[in-house]
């Protein structure tokens, strides 16, 4: 008898995990080592074109009632309805998948209860860097590692605007535009051009390798929308690249400093020729010293194949798997705040300032420098008030 | 109950796994659910001052008879006698972890056989790219892609000797003896420098993904040990860096064509920015498009940590899983010739020489450029021959 899925919305995602399904279907069946098939697609849209017509349902409850049903991919996207609909399925042993980063950083702690709690799987691999391994591998394969630190480029978006200014000279206005044409950003590109997706993404990596929910609203953010184009040129010929770095490290007492925020990336650093839409992970561990995964982290196709394949480890794990998951956090004590972050930061000042900093250069925007030293968080702040900084960016280690 | 561990051979990786066990045992019990110890370490040496001596055991049958032991990490490297260990360990259904990839490219099929006939697991992570994840993902999270390609730089010392001639204008010999002096490379550095560590694990990579066992020597192998400093130089102002590249692509007709030698990869492409003794792996699917995994490809704690993450897989599954694993190869008749390989061209040659291909560049080695169009291998030979070639090296796309 083969199993039966259920795929919730039938958006870009959705689709492609329907497309994806029955395109790579035999492969898919030969790794899941058992027949399968989509029984329900929940969408409130008709789409009487397609040939799989038949498996559409306008009503949650065929898919909750149906016992035949033992894995869902949820791609619907957003809080609501989605964690009722994931909750109830997970409620009744029927393990989800999802790609729904904001569900994942809102609720994450709670699903992951409840699915221990009736001994099925909530998985969200493509929550993260869409198509790249990452939330598998880190709690898989690293398992035998102390990993204290962790850094990416999470948001496609804002990494091809940062890409277009550095290749093409383009402003952000400009590159932003371009994005929103290309259908890289929304209409209101708030979410991501503000890094409010990459700390979505940082809190799910952050809860996984440090055992407790991190929350957004605790995490210190902030996006790309006041770099100015010169920055990332004088950037370049100081030897680095400007990234939109999502990052966290546990600090010597043991509490977590997650961070996202426009970061300089030396040109040495492999991270720094990830560019255009394309995503990074960057985990340092004390067995495997540092490791990169890099790949698409949005798009139709790889984002429905991570879903696909945490439905094929659903289908083959009929028991929790209690490693990849973390607890509920009582409050935020284990967050430290962002001003105990400390760096060497880049400075733009008007020129004639006296400089503090290695290889400084000046241009008609003023003398840009990295400083000797590492400054905290505050400290840069009072430095920049000092210096009538135009800019002030901390650089990435 | 604890379960109970041998380690085999406590040489530089096997030694790696004993203290990163001892090191992180607590958050490694808790990935793999369950109490753990290491019970038997084998060597012929003596380790009298260490403070586990108590463990070690000259006499292999201390361990194949123990029926408390239930997993093996094999780093003893070498096809003999690991393959009458490893064989003799999955024969009792004791799950063995290796990093030999000599082994794994030698009787992986003939492994895999017996652990599925004894319902143990034959895990070989740390056999391809050290720390890096990489078998794990390619079988599990890259699931629902249909693989037709992978390529990647899978050997750490050529990578280094090429990044010194790059970077530091060394000749290879001179590159080589720096490799050799930081224990980079060894005395006798033929089975890098040729090739031959990245075909056996190029093999790996293969048989894995299109499911039947790829021996090297079906594998067309070249190493770096021809490539000129001024090659290097003159790819540099072309847009490119030299790599030597394992690869594997699906044909048209099905057949499969895995390769090794030293190609020009684009300063566009994220792998021409993987330097020194850092390894990375290219995976193209139809999901996907295109991820990559990069980290370091060799040393102690890396391939430890990567064994011991096997090690811990192995504990938490007590059945044989299928999906990572392959079949016997009847014949080679599935594996194309070299012959058939077709690339565009760099080629060197005397000033003078009429030129075929895009932004020829002079100097006093003679004119450089990279042809229009692609050329098989054995046309790219013919074309060398007419053109008096000084140097002729494929261009990696």
């Known amino acids: 008898m083969s199993v039966k899925i259920a795929v919730l919305g039938h958006g870009v995602v959705g689709s492609g995990v329907v497309e994806l399904f029955f395109r790579n279907k035999k492969s898919i069946e030969k790794r899941a080592g058992c027949e399968m098939d989509i029984k329900y697609i929940l969408d409130l849209r008709d789409?009487?074109?397609?040939?799989?017509?038949?498996?559409?349902?306008?009503?949650?409850?065929?898919?909750?009632?149906?016992?035949?049903?033992?894995?869902?991919?949820?791609?619907?996207?957003?809080v609501e309805p989605a964690f009722t609909f994931v909750k109830a399925c997970l409620e009744k042993g029927k393990s989800v998948s999802t790609s729904n980063k904001e569900l994942v950083a809102a609720k994450g702690d709670?699903?992951?209860?409840?699915?221990?709690?009736?001994?099925?799987?909530?998985?969200?691999?493509?929550?993260?860097?869409?198509?790249?391994?990452?939330?598998?591998?880190l709690h898989r394969c690293l398992a035998a590692n102390d990993i204290d630190k962790a850094a990416g480029i999470l948001n496609g978006t804002t990494n091809f605007i940062l890409t277009k200014m550095y290749d093409d000279n383009m402003s952000f206005g400009d590159a932003l535009k371009l994005a929103q044409e290309l259908g890289y950003a929304e209409k209101d590109p708030t979410a991501d051009v503000e890094g409010h997706d990459a700390c979505r993404k940082i809190c799910i990596i952050s809860s996984l390798i440090f055992g407790k929910h991190v929350y957004p609203e605790n995490v210190y953010t902030k996006g790309i929308s006041e770099i100015q184009l010169c920055d990332v040129a004088t950037?370049?010929?100081?030897?680095?690249?400007?990234?939109?770095?999502?990052?966290?490290?546990?600090?010597?007492?043991?509490?977590?400093?997650?961070?996202?925020?426009?970061?300089?990336?030396?040109?040495?650093?492999?991270?720094?020729?990830?560019?255009?839409?394309?995503?990074?992970?960057?985990v340092y561990g004390d067995g495997i010293?540092?490791?990169?995964?890099?790949?698409?982290?949005?798009?139709?196709?790889?984002?429905?194949?991570?879903?696909?394949?945490d439905v094929i480890e659903a289908v083959k794990h009929k028991v929790t798997v209690f490693s990849q998951s973390w607890e509920s956090a009582e409050n935020n004590s284990f967050i430290a705040n962002i001003d105990e972050f400390s760096a060497k930061w880049y400075f733009r000042v008007p020129d004639g300032c006296q400089?503090?900093?290695?290889?400084?250069?000046?241009?008609?925007?003023?003398?840009?420098?990295?400083?000797?030293?590492?400054?905290?968080?505050?400290?840069?702040?009072?430095?920049?008030?000092?210096?009538?900084?135009?800019?002030?960016?901390?650089?990435?280690?």
């Open 47 to 78: 789409f009487p074109n397609l040939p799989y017509k038949e498996k559409f349902t306008k009503d949650f409850n065929d898919i909750i009632n149906d016992e035949e049903v033992s894995a869902v991919a949820e791609c619907m996207g957003g």
């Open 355 to 397: 400089d503090i900093g290695e290889d400084a250069y000046t241009d008609e925007n003023g003398k840009s420098f990295i400083t000797f030293d590492k400054l905290t968080f505050a400290d840069a702040e009072i430095k920049a008030q000092e210096l009538n900084a135009m800019a002030y960016i901390p650089v990435f280690e």
């Open 289 to 309: 010293d540092q490791a990169m995964f890099y790949g698409r982290g949005a798009g139709k196709f790889p984002t429905a194949s991570a879903v696909l394949g």
């Open 235 to 282: 950037a370049d010929i100081l030897g680095h690249s400007v990234k939109l770095i999502a990052s966290v490290r546990r600090l010597a007492d043991g509490r977590i400093l997650p961070a996202v925020m426009p970061m300089l990336v030396s040109h040495e650093n492999i991270i720094s020729g990830v560019n255009d839409v394309f995503n990074a992970v960057l």
């Open 110 to 137: 709670i699903l992951l209860a409840a699915a221990k709690a009736h001994n099925c799987n909530f998985f969200f691999e493509a929550s993260v860097g869409g198509a790249i391994p990452i939330i598998r591998p």
